[in-house]
Structures are given as C-alpha cells and as structure tokens.
C-alpha cells in the first residue's frame, strides 16, 4: 500500500471512531458535535493514486463462454460509450467486463425481480413483459447484433466501420429487427443501460478503471464529507476517492 | 400447520417510521409490544460502504425484494393488470426502519386546507368546481388538532427548517437550524424574490447540527455526503427510525423486534382481530402471534392488501362507489423543468432534503376561480448531490448514446439542476386497489391490484405548475430551460414520486372512511392501520411528516383504547352500515 492510500484509511478509522457507531452506542452530542461542527474531520486530504498497471485478475469472464460474443458485446458497448479527445471509451474503462460478470451474478438472473407467469403483452404503460433473464436477452441480442451485421455487410460487426456498426444498433433501438421472446428496443435499452452504469459505477465492478470516468465528469467519486466545501461559490476540482478507499 | 405463540398486548406488521413511533410510544407507556418486519436489521453500521450508487440507486438494495411480491397494474378498470417487474415508477422500502432508513429527509406538515378540502373548496368555488368523479372529501380531523403530534413527530426527529412565509397558523420554530446555503440555492431564492414569490430553506431530515431529541437518542450532523435519497445515513446524521423510535423501543424491554417475519394475514372472528399470521422467510415455519391489538404499519400497499385479504372491512367498488378498502387511491404528479447553466456548480455535494421551497402555488395559496383544478404543489430546488450514472442529462436534441451524447452529458452534469413540483393529486372513482385474480405473491397470497391513470385536474395542475418552475429557471438565468411534458396516462416504467396514498382513508364518516381520527377502524375496534394509506387524498408535500403525525396521534388512541374499549370516536352520520 502506498503512503497516500495509508494516510486516507488512516483518517476514515479515526473519523470512525469519533462518529456514534464505532464506539457501540451514541457518544454524547457534545462531544461528536464540537468534533465535526469545528470539522475535525479534514475534507483535504489526498486521495490514494492507483496504477492500471498492476495485473487485473478480473478482467476474465465468468458468464460469456465464447470469447467473440464478448467481443461483439465490447464493440457495441463502444459505440455506446466511445473513446474521444476526454478520454476512454466502455472498453479501456473496462464495461464489457462489468457487464460480463453482472449477467453472471443477482442482475443476469432478475434475483430480485417478479419472473412469476403468465407473461402477457400490455399497454405501453405497463412495463415490457418477457420471461427471458437478463443473460438470456443478452444472449439473444449479441448474436442478432451478428446476424443482422453478417447479412447487412456480409462481416461480423467487430470487423465494421463505426458507422456502420452504429446503423446496426439503431436498427435495434427503433425495435426493427424481429427477435424470439424479446423485443430488440428492450435489449438495446438494456445494453444502453448497462453500458453507462459499467462506465459510471465504483470501480469495484470492473468498469471505470482508475476512476477515469469520473474524471472525465469532474465526479469526486466517495467523499466522507463535502461541510465545509458545500458553500463554496467556485467550482472545486477534487480527486475522486472509490470504495476501495475506504477500507480499513 | 401454524405453531401458535404466547399472546401479547400489541403486534405491529411491519417497522418503518409508522411501525417504529407505536412501538416506542407504547412500549414507553409500559405495554408489551411485538414488531413484527419482513425484512432484515439494520442500524448505521450497516452503511459503511453505503456510497456506491450502482449498488443503492441502480440495483436498489435497499427497496422489497419484488421477486416475492410486487404490485400488479394497470390504468383503468377493464384492463387486464400486469406485474410490475421491476421498479420504476416508485419505489417501496423494506427492513427495519422501512423506507425511512433511506429516504431523502423532507419533513412538511399538510396545510389546513388539505385536510378540510372538501368543505373549503366547497365553500369558496362552489359545489361543482370539480365533476363528482372525484371523490374528494375532509380527513376528518383538522390541522388544529393534528398540529400537536406534527410537533411531537419534528421535535423526535430533530427536524431542521426555517418559518415558511405562507404558513403563518405555524409559529413554532423548527428544533434545529435550517441547513447550510449553497450558491445555486441562493441565485433560486433571489431570482424568486425578484418574481415576488415567497422562497424559504425547506424542513428536513438531514440535521443541521447535533441534535438530543426528548428521548434520549442523538442525531448527528450532515455531513452533504450526496448520497442520501435512497442511501442509508453512515453518520447517523438522517433521522430515521433506527436512529430514533427503534432504539427507544428497544431500551424500554417492552419492545420484541422480530425481523424475517412476514406477515400473511389478520386472524379475526369478523368483529375483532385476535392476532396475526407470519411465515419466516428464512426456514419457511408459520406462526400466529395472538395480541389483543393489530397495528398495520406496513405501507400504504400492504396496509390495503392485508385487510383485503383477511376479508376485513368493506372492499371498495368503483361501480357503485360503495365500500371503502382499496378506495381514494393517489399519487403525485411531479413537474420538472430543468435548467442548464453556463457556470459549473458542486453539484455532487449535497443532501437529500437541501433545498428552497415556495408554497406561491400551493394548496389554496392563490385563486383557482378561473382554473380548471383545485390545490396545487410546492416548488422547490433541490441540491441532493448528482450522481454520474443516474445523471446524464442534456438539453432535448441531443442523442442519449455515441460521441454527442458522451460529449454532451459531460459538459452538462456540473451545470444542470431540475426545478420540480410536487402536484397534489385528488382521488377519483376509478383510481382504486383492490386484488389481483390472476398473480400471486411467493405465499401463494394474491397481489396487491392497482388501478390508476392520471385525471384531468393532474394534467391541468401540471401544465400550469411546470410553467411556474420554468419561470423561475429563466428569472435565474439559464441558457437553456426545459419543461418536461406528462405522459397522457400513467406509465409504471419511468421513475417519478415515491408518494402513494390511500387505499384505507380516514374520515368522519364510516360509509365512506374505513378509519376514524385515531386511526382505528370504524368496523373493527381493535385494528389500527397507520401510515399514508389514511390520506383522503395526497398534498403538495411529501407525506412522511403527516405519516408521523398520525402515528402519534394514532398511538395516543391505542392507549386510550387499551383502558376504554370501544370505539374512540362518535360516528358522524346515523346511517347503517351496509
Ligand atoms: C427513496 C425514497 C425517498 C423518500 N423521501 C421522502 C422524503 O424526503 N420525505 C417524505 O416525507 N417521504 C419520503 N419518502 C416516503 C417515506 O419514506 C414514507 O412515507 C415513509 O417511510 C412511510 O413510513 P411507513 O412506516 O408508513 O412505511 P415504510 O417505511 O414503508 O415501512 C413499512 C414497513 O413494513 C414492512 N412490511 C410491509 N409488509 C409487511 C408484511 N406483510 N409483513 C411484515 N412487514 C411488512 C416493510 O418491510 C417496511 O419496513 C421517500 C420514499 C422513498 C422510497
Ligand atoms: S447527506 Fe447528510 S443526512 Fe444524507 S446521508 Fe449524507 S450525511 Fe447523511
């Protein structure tokens, strides 16, 4: 561990301890008031700097099994989220892999979703009905992305042009491509969906490596405390700190 | 076959705040109280790691787990009800603390308008103001009455909030300080002055400064983390019931928290409850906890749904308007219209109630003579702390994926900020809850049915009051100021209010009121079902300082009850009951 990252756990323990629930009960509001009324919490501090460099043991695939359906998936979360003159696109901050093992897991497998039948077609107004999981609209709208691709441009869509690949995915987004069980909107709103929340989330998830897409933002990311800075009439530029900050 | 349980004074269905304030009122006065909560415990420790929005505010961990019940929809009677899948439109809390553990903080009282609307209204536009669809009617109690238990409720909860212009029947001062100021904060409050509006810092639940509240228990300060609205507070800085009523139950050894315990059903004789049901939602096992007195407190949706189920009190029919559970269903209508600045702001700091409100177009605050709708909304501005996945607005036109839309989202999050209103929303005949006949929950119990599109008043009430927030964006100086249009029916898929009301009304009047002012039903004395599932329709305001209040209100009844018996109120009409 690096010199800035101790002093930053090091100050959240303390933090911690003056606050009501490490001491096992509520301290008296005196003594925690003085503390963070004269912010004896310091909101300044440096955040912990991380090399991208270090191997990522994560970036493998625990839900995909045929690398070229994560290939395509990555090209499309791309166009989705591109690289540009700010910085990184959905694959260096890593989304395909965020989305990879959230299909994996609770997301994937609608854990905490009403998947009871019958599944019948509503009004606009009442919400898409399909049975299939999330990992299976995945799966069926990956290898359509590649029909559609391979009878438009006789090419798999990791070999197109951006453009081109672009006009695919709008196809998708207009609900013009015919698909089993699932509407081709749904999945691409899915995938929308997926794609930005791989590139915003902690980097706990395996998307937004080194935070960067916070940067780009100007999001600070997980802040103790924004007291003594809340009033502040100028824009304040602060490194952004993640949940891996914050463990002791 | 159920294991039956010693029996108990009181058993409360569910711990939220409504759940919460019975078990500490009662288990203080001495009774034997048991909660019994569907979901896990919980207390501040468990929010150290609560700053992750992917977790919280996309995957909403904390909100029922809907694959063992959900809600089924649809926008009028007729059509066939579908499941709501997955959230969107509102969402429903669970575990200790209910939704309380994480909501965003705003405290308000209801106006005395609200709760003599029908005869206010009545009086000053005439009996037809609006069509006899809406079944508008008094609560039953007035703002004078409640008015003590809204105090007991702020003074518990440590409230932070300044006098408001417009609500000169309130001369108490709030128990904290209003919260910090920020500079777009100002610029709303000066640019609405300018409009000669009347803007005030809003009450919250995010304390301004260290805060012992009359029973012992301390709130700490805010610290404007930005993640609050629908995070637990990691400071204990949020009054909540697990900072607040759930400890002082707990210290008395009168209060039996039983957590994983869902209940499934009132065991009643048809004239009085004699317990309740619970399935243990870890093995599986079925209890009944016999009690002389049942307190649902388990949310406006299962408030409904359990009295429906156990066939207790008369259902609501919207052909024959008869009936009462199920009935005056609300909702809010939430007008947005959103500003884009040149300047950046810190828009990610922030707290879930840090705002400035006015009450201009509110309640019955201005003249409705020549409008088409009654009643009105708070507008407000909210610094609540942006987050980057949920937030990825840009003025309309640009494209919501590719180069343009990375582009443009970026350039706008420290630069845009939403000016909303909380419309009010009236209850219609055919806006109702009642049981769905096709899908069930994972007990084999039927779900909760609900009936409901937007009426005439909402789409009138809207357009008028989004046009207000605009005004003010461009009294500010936006470049660019975006009114958002309501959908011509409700859609259960877009996020949009957490506030549903109603399904077991109070009243004064047993036809058409399943509760009277204490909160105890009309037709069965030993029941007592609390929360916004008592509204008679829905404010301007957020509900939860209303819910506390009547808890309270609601616990004094019970008291009152446990020595006297009977029913607590006089009936108001000398029809019989069918
Ligand atoms: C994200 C969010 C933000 C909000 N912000 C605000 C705000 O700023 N201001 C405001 O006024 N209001 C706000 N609200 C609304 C507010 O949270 C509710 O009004 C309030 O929590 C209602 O309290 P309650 O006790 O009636 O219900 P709840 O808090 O919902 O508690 C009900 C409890 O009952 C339990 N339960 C339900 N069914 C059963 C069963 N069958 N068996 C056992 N237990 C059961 C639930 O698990 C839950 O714990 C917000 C809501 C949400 C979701
Ligand atoms: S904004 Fe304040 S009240 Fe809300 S979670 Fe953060 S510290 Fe707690």
Redesign the pocket.
Known sequence: MDEDSKKSNMSRRKFIRNSSYAAGGLIGGGIIGSLIGTNYFNDTEQPSTRSSKESNFNRALMFFTRQSDFQILSAATERIYPKDDQGPGAIELGVPYFIDHELAGAYGHNEREYMKGPFLEGTEYQGYQTPLKRHAVFMTGIRALESESKSAYDASFVDLEGEQQDKILKKFENDDVKLHKVSSAYFFEMLRSATISGTYADPLYGGNADMDAWKMKNFPGSQMTYLNKIGSEKFIDIKPKSLNDHIS | MAKKLDKVEAVT???????GIIAAELAKAGVKVVG????NDRSTEDFQMVHDEYRYAIRYELMQDLSKETITFRNKPGEKALPMRQFGAF?????VG???A???????FFSPYDFEIKTMTDKKYGKNKLPKEYTLQDWGITYKELAPYYHQFERMAGTSGELNPLRPERTEKYPTPPMKDTPILKSYMDAANRLGLHPFRQPSANISEVYKNPDGETLNQCQYCGFC??FGCEYGAKSSPNVTVVPTALKTGNFDLRTH???TGIIHDGNKATGVR?VDTQTGEEFDQPADIVVL???TL?NTR?LLQSELGRPYDPKTGTGVIGKNYCYQITAVATGFFKDRFNAAMGA??LGTTLDDYNNDNFDHSDLDFIHGGSITMKQLGKRPINENGAPSGTPRWGKEFKKESIKWFNRSIPVTSQGASMPHKNNYLSLDPTYKDAYGNPLLRMTYDFTEQDHALYDYITARCADILEEMGAEVVEPKELTDHFDIVPAQN??ITGGVIMGADPETSALNNYLQMWDVDNVFVI??SAFAHNGGY????T?GALAYRAAEGILKYRKNKGQLVKRETSNKLV
């Not at chain 2, 994480?102 to 308000?108: A, L, M």
């Open positions: 269905v569910g711990v939220g705040w409504a759940g019994l909560e569907r979901g969402l429903i809390g669970t575990g209910g939704a309380g994480h909501w965003n903080g705003d405290t308000w609205e629908k315990a869902n209940v619970y407190t388990s949310y299962n359990l879930g109630a957490d506030h929360g916004a957020n509900p939860t300082g819910v």
